[in-house]
């Protein structure tokens, strides 16, 4: 933890060259989905302990949120190309928090350039947390390089189905998905392997889904 927030101080204080939002504006968020967390802001993601269905809520609308508001500076996944803080090193605890929030309410400006603009007005505490959460369970660097040869064994396995015994592989894919370490520090990542397996170990297996997050997210990795 302790180097995590080594790293990511260290990226804020580097990245002074970060792309200026201009006139870029807000996207807004439908959090409906999402428990109410009161009008005063909170300094703590309150999504983080509300159990697993609120959680995956959470990460599916951060996601979605953050791809149109915040990957053009700091990354598609959260991979900073160095021009803005990388995030994904943020702890997942209380410091991490303010940290966010305080960039999310008010903005970042510098030399009189905004390089942030201030999102909490405009799209409000559910979206912060949403984003948040999809934030800090973002798998570290090189966290599936281990079990890459065998992920692509299993995705074109399940491209190729005929059949077979579809729970081994759920359970086989929960046992990486429960390996893979964040870089925040979060107990649990939202990674390709835990997708999967969430999809094809549902009610109704969605295999070609499954096969999908599988492909982009091996990709990405690489």
Not at 55 to 78: E, F, K, M
Request: with cysteine.
């Amino acid at each position: 933890m302790f180097k995590s927030h080594l790293v990511f101080v260290a990226a804020m204080l580097t990245s002074t060259v970060a792309l200026s939002h201009g006139d870029v504006a807000p996207q807004p968020m439908n959090t409906d989905a999402l428990p109410d967390v009161g009008e005063e802001w909170l300094i703590e993601n309150p999504y983080r302990n509300m159990g697993e269905d609120v959680w995956s809520t959470a990460i599916t609308i951060g996601d979605s949120g953050y791809n149109q508001n915040c990957a053009r500076c700091h990354g598609l996944g959260v991979v900073s190309g160095g021009l803005a803080p990388d995030l994904r090193y943020l702890e997942a605890e209380e410091y991490g928090d303010e940290w966010y929030m305080e960039r999310f309410i008010h903005g970042y400006t510098q030399n009189g350039i905004t390089k942030m603009p201030a999102f909490g007005e405009l799209l409000g505490q559910k979206a912060a947390w949403a984003i948040r959460t999809y934030i800090e369970t973002r798998p570290d660097d090189g966290a599936l390089d281990d079990f890459t040869p065998r992920l692509k064994e299993i995705r074109d396995t399940l491209a190729n189905w005929g059949g077979g015994d579809l729970a081994a592989l759920t359970t086989e894919l929960r046992g990486i998905a429960d390996q893979v370490e964040t870089a925040s520090g979060a107990p649990v990542a939202d990674s390709v392997a835990f997708r999967a397996a969430n999809l094809i170990g549902q009610e109704n297996p969605n295999l070609k889904e499954a096969v999908n997050q599988l492909t982009i997210g091996l990709s990405a990795a690489e």
